[in-house]
């Protein structure tokens, strides 16, 4: 691969998009000035499955300041109902409880809440049925898991060998349903101009948005256009359109050239934006005395809505973490009345590794054996399934890095041997891995301007991941230019086509894109072009994609106080070490990376989104009763790398870095509670009820 | 039912008219186009809305506007006049103590309230013996900036840029 | 949020009568909790009557060696006062243990006391709730009702009270000071809040039109001894699963004189007095600790999910004890 030399990148370049936002006046998605604005506010369904027999809209459409209501009797017809999730206001039919059913528009944000509270609906309620059980007699397995990965798969004979092993662990561990919960709620303002549909949106890609509210509304794509500079956060549950989106949109039509201002409120987030499922995930792991693996068996069950499947891949890490004669994975679903789940961050790796790196954990004190020798003992020379040769495993490495750094070698193995006025103190270790994964669809353009300046356009998605900063370190240094002399341009479908910024894939696969314009440029124009020159190019297929199995690698250390009597658990010192590639921007990287630790350790601690089996709701639908990492909870926490240039991954020599701080941070902090007290919660979140006596 | 009022917002008074029901949040973005208070959980719950009210830190999705009648707002956008950013903001963009930065405008004001209050010798949850904190440990900034949310994860340089624009305040 | 019509009010006496005269007027303070259950559709006022610019934000001596707080007193004024901080510290570490800065720079000293108790399915309209609308039934008792009440609960409601600051005026003999039509009169913290009864719908004893003008302390020696610990979910900005106030002075080893009360475990704050009974006068030992706190803790019926809070509100007063008797606060 020809490599790109760094000059820009590597240097920690201040975000670009800083100062506005620190002002505040970075325009998110529902801040865009706009003229006329009338505001929505949506009806929900109050039942979790049956019909709408009547809905009686007079005594809102009477109110003041009220514009219009729309029902699935009055909307707009949309033309696919391909996304049954996108199937908005289109039949009387409820899946859920919480789904859109009606919605008013109103000239004030005030008047549209008043209005929609005042909207009569009458159902016939059907029997639902939202009871997440690993004992249920309809799991069924789906075709495949999300990421097109396969759903069971098997080498050797993993019973067998478990049944034969020296050493044994069968542990069930169950993580909770969990929500992505950004800061800015999922947000759009829609304007019909006709034949025009814009929207503001709070969104991972613009494109995406585009080509999916298109194909629903039955107009054609150019018809069609998506705004969003600024995102407050997606973590995966701002990767696809939501019904939010076609909400909007039907409103929009209602109310041709005035903008439809809509954001969700924080109890709406909870069934109307995605989340993550469910799991319960029985690990078997046999193994000789001294620690070498003979048999993995990983049986995880999770939960999809009945109207549309979404099956996590929660399994998937399990297939090339460790080597092993004997292996079977396999996923099961229980199809819910339930909103349907979806992305959050390293979904599968975040949950999967969890049971995983726990699971070690327990054999490392079955076999009486470090936990950081257990890992080394197991290291696969190649992909344990493909047998592809490693691209650029380097698990080892970040585990021997973190160890010195983290003064492992002190640790006394034994748990509950530490403590400090009444906090018994331990400390974990765990191992993280996300596939580098480069989506194919980016196109960038570069256009030269005076004085040696450049724009470049793709419409890309900056959600706090630093989008604004590396790409324009990446376009410098592929047009061999100061990062002044770029002038960036993303978040808008008026440029070129763009992947989700999702599965860590987006710098990736972008960054490539404005490598491979750049090459484009200079082929086209040689080496000094003229202002006015331009070339666009796409991203490339790598060469070795299909050849090497690439992957990032980590590991976790995490140090925790648990109090002796109250069951309290407090993070005391954390380190995740990641091997990532080149890391492009340092100031960022780290950022980021404490970012996925700091929601590793809020699932490890904090999150549970408890569903009311008789409402079919989540019943903690709030900030107050969904608990997410504050500020006092994160203490000395730190992140670094191994220096590295994946020239496999790359023209950049990267991979990404937006998931793998995650990914196995929660597995850390319960190992390290076990070290500390001797009891290990397979539960998650590790609350206090679970440890006081 | 209509309320005029009058409020100063960002050293600029500004006279409207709104429904009661409206909040000093919504006042300030869908009325006045003053976007530096941000709208992320609407019930007190996360802090993104935090502005200095009359000079200190407040949530302002939970109080009307009518009630606020005749108060001074100042946001993060006011803290920066004419794009200059305020030392605890250039603070904030050094130790990259953002991310989205969705929640980061209510940190600012946050932070700076938080500071004013321990310069008064107010104590924290975690003030040892409740005396006045000499100067603000780590472990004193985490507490008193616990009401602001951050979905990315930035607290730690949050903390660092906390801790920065104290020094600079110590060494002018 | 129903529209309403809002006012201010220039003197008590007026803002009483104004309320009283109206069914569906309410006292508007800092709003945290209000303008919350406003937006929930959990409250209905077709008046507000504002009573933030009252002269009641002053914390004044009294003669017999307690103080007087005003009903507008921020809570963040109040925790920060040197008096409280160093003659009841208990009151501070509440305080400072609710919410969070912004918030407590908005609160009142009366609205604090009148939060109403926290349930997740008080919060939610599109559920039943006997607080919300009696005789429709409670959500909670066959539902998630991990954070809910040990003590006192009825077959009603079982929602726990969230006030901090409320647990240590139970704790501390404080006294409510009350305005209505007739004039004033004093209620007990500890029968400020009621249990939930047959009546779910109120949380308080104070009547429709009556405006809390002042909380007193009274001179409390032991108070000076006193302490505030919040076992919670995350460790800052989450309402407590169990809370302990406490006030212990020890002398030649036995409990000369005690104070408790319990946060999270009853639809208000729990005054323990068979613990502090069985503290009296006792030898102040591990072993007596958690003889007081059975004692206290005898009637505890649990729910589903929160058998926890027994051995959490257990250990949790043992904890607080130990430390008074080592002499930290």
């Known amino acids: 691969m020809q490599m790109i030399e760094p000059r820009a990148m590597g240097t920690p370049l201040q975000r670009i998009d800083g100062a506005a936002k620190i002002m505040g006046t970075a325009p998110y998605a529902f801040e865009h000035r706009l003229e006329r604005p009338t505001y929505l506010h949506p009806v929900q369904s109050t039942i979790a499955r049956g019909r709408i027999l009547k809905i009686d809209t007079r005594a809102a459409e009477s109110l003041e300041g009220v514009i219009a209501v729309i029902t699935h009797e009055t909307a707009a017809r949309l033309a696919s109902d391909e996304n049954k999730e996108l199937w908005v206001l289109q039949s009387a039919k409820v899946h859920f409880r919480g789904q859109f059913i009606a919605a008013v528009i109103a000239q004030t944000p005030e008047s549209a809440r008043a209005g929609a509270d005042r909207i009569a609906v009458e159902y016939e309620a059907a029997r639902h049925d939202v009871s997440f059980s690993g004992g249920r007699k309809d799991l069924y397995a789906p075709k495949t898991v999300n990421a097109g990965y396969p759903t069971d798969t098997n080498q050797g004979d993993a019973e067998t060998a478990f049944e034969r092993a020296e050493v044994k662990v069968d542990s069930t561990y169950t993580t909770p349903m969990e929500h992505n919960s950004p800061m800015e709620p999922h947000t759009t303002i829609a304007i019909w101009e006709s034949p025009k549909l814009t929207l503001y949106d709070s969104t991972q890609s613009v494109h995406s948005v585009r080509t999916t509210v298109a194909k629903s509304l039955g107009l054609k794509v150019d018809q069609v256009r998506v705004v969003s500079p600024y995102v407050g956060g997606g973590f995966g549950s701002k990767g696809e359109p939501h019904a939010h989106n076609i909400l909007a949109a039907l409103a929009a039509l209602r109310v041709p050239g005035r903008p439809v201002k809509f954001a969700l409120t924080r109890q709406q987030m909870f069934c109307l934006a995605g989340y993550r499922t469910p799991t319960i995930q029985r690990f078997r792991l046999g193994a000789t005395r001294d620690g070498r693996l003979t048999s993995i068996i990983h049986d995880v069950v999770e939960l999809t809505s009945r109207f549309k499947e979404f099956a996590e891949q929660t399994a998937v890490p399990t297939r090339l973490m460790y080597a092993s004669p004997n292996r079977r994975t396999r996923h099961r679903l229980a199809a819910l009345d339930l909103p349907k789940p979806s992305w959050m961050r390293a979904p599968g790796e975040t949950p999967g590794m969890f049971a995983g790196e726990v699971a070690m954990d327990e054999l490392a004190v079955a076999c009486g054996l470090d936990p950081v020798e257990l890992r080394v003992r197991n290291e696969p020379e190649r992909n344990p399934e493909s047998d592809n040769p490693w691209g650029n495993r380097h698990l080892l490495e970040c585990l021997r890095e973190g160890a010195r750094r983290f003064a492992w070698s002190e640790r006394d193995p034994r748990p509950r041997q530490r403590s400090d006025r009444g906090w018994l103190i331990g400390s974990g270790v765990a191992s993280s891995t996300y596939p580098r994964y480069v989506l194919l669809g980016s196109r960038a353009t570069i256009r030269c301007g005076e004085r040696g300046q450049y724009t470049v356009r793709i419409g890309a998605a900056d959600l706090g991941t630093g989008t604004w900063t590396t790409l324009t370190q990446i376009a410098a240094d592929a047009l061999q230019c100061p990062v002044e002399a770029v002038h960036l341009e993303i978040g808008d479908t008026e440029q070129p086509n763009a992947t989700v910024a999702g599965g860590s894939s987006g710098i990736s696969s972008w960054g490539w894109a404005i490598v491979a314009a750049a090459q484009e440029l200079r082929r086209l124009h040689g080496a000094r072009p003229a202002a006015g020159a331009e070339a666009s190019a796409q991203t490339p297929k790598g060469a070795d994609d299909e050849t090497f199995a690439q992957h990032s690698f980590g590991a976790q250390f995490a140090e925790v106080r648990v109090n002796t009597l109250t069951g309290e658990v407090r993070l005391s010192r954390m380190l995740g070490v990641f091997s990532a590639g080149r890391i492009i921007n340092p100031r960022l990287a780290r950022s980021q990376l404490i970012g996925g630790m700091t929601m590793g350790l809020s699932m490890a601690l904090h999150e549970e989104s408890v569903v009311d089996e008789r409402f079919g709701h989540v019943i903690n639908h709030d900030f107050a009763g969904y608990h997410i990492a504050a500020n006092a909870d994160v203490t000395d926490m730190d992140a670094v790398w191994l220096d590295e240039v994946d020239d496999r991954s790359t023209p950049m020599g990267s991979r990404g870095i937006g998931e793998i701080g995650i990914v196995g941070a929660a597995a850390a902090i319960a190992n390290a509670v076990y070290h500390a007290t001797g009891t290990r919660i397979r539960n998650l979140p590790i609350t206090p009820d679970k440890l006081v006596t | 039912m209509k309320a005029s009022i009058t409020l100063r917002v960002d050293g600029e008074q500004r006279s409207l008219t709104l429904d009661t029901r409206t909040t000093l949040l919504d006042a300030l973005r869908e009325h006045l186009g003053v976007t530096a208070a941000k709208k992320g959980c609407d019930h007190g719950q996360c802090g993104a809305c935090t502005v200095l009210l009359d000079g200190r830190r407040v949530t302002t999705c939970l109080s009307l506007a009518v009630a606020c009648d005749g108060t001074s707002v100042t946001t993060a956008e006011g803290l920066a006049p004419g794009g200059t950013l305020h030392p605890l903001q250039q603070a904030f963009l050094e130790q990259d103590a953002l991310q989205c930065g969705y929640c980061t405008p209510g940190q600012i004001c946050s932070a700076l309230g938080m500071l004013d209050e321990a310069q008064a010798g107010h104590p924290s949850f975690v003030t040892e013996g409740l005396a006045a904190p000499a100067e603000l440990s780590d472990e004193e900034i985490r507490e008193r900036m616990s009401g602001n949310l951050c979905r990315c994860g930035a607290y730690v340089n949050i903390v660092a840029a906390i801790r920065q624009a104290i020094a600079e305040r110590a060494t002018p | ?329």
């Open chain 3, 1 to 329: 949020m129903t529209p309403f019509a809002y006012e201010r009010a220039t003197d008590a006496s007026s803002a009483v009568a104004r309320v009283a005269a109206h069914p569906n007027a309410v006292f508007l303070g800092g709003g945290t909790n209000l303008v919350d259950h406003m937006k929930l559709g959990i409250a209905h006022p077709q008046l507000l009557v504002d009573v933030t610019r009252l002269p009641f934000s002053k914390i004044e001596s009294l003669p017999d060696g307690g103080i007087r707080v005003g009903a507008g007193v921020r809570n963040s004024d109040l925790a920060a006062d040197r008096t409280v901080r160093e003659r009841y510290p208990v009151l501070s570490q509440a305080l400072l243990g609710g919410a969070s800065g912004q918030l407590r720079n908005l609160a009142t000293t009366a609205g604090n006391l009148l939060q109403r108790t926290r349930c997740a399915y008080f919060q939610d309209v599109t559920v039943p709730c006997n607080k919300r609308t009696p005789g429709s039934g409670c959500s909670a008792i066959d539902g998630h009702n991990r954070d809910h009440a040990i003590l006192g609960a009825s077959d009603q409601c079982v929602a726990v009270h969230p006030s901090d600051m409320a647990v240590a005026l139970a704790a501390l003999d404080a006294t409510v000071v009350v305005l209505g039509r007739q004039g004033e009169r004093r209620i007990s913290a500890v029968d400020f809040h009621r249990l939930p009864g047959d009546a779910a719908q109120r949380d308080s004893m104070l009547e429709h039109g009556e405006l809390i003008v002042a909380v007193e302390l009274p001179a409390l020696p032991v108070a000076a001894h006193s302490v505030y610990y919040k076992v919670r979910d995350r460790a800052s900005y989450a309402f407590a699963l169990v809370s302990v106030a406490a006030a212990l002075e020890v002398r030649s080893g036995r409990v000369h004189d005690v104070r408790i009360a319990f946060g999270g475990v009853a639809h208000k704050p729990w005054r323990a007095r068979r613990a502090e009974a069985a503290l009296r006068g006792a030898p102040a030992t591990e072993e007596v600790y958690g003889r007081a706190a059975d004692a206290e803790l005898a009637d505890a019926k649990v729910l589903k999910h929160n058998a926890f809070k027994i051995p959490l509100a257990r250990n949790t007063l043992r904890m607080v004890l130990r430390q008074l008797a080592q002499g930290g606060r």
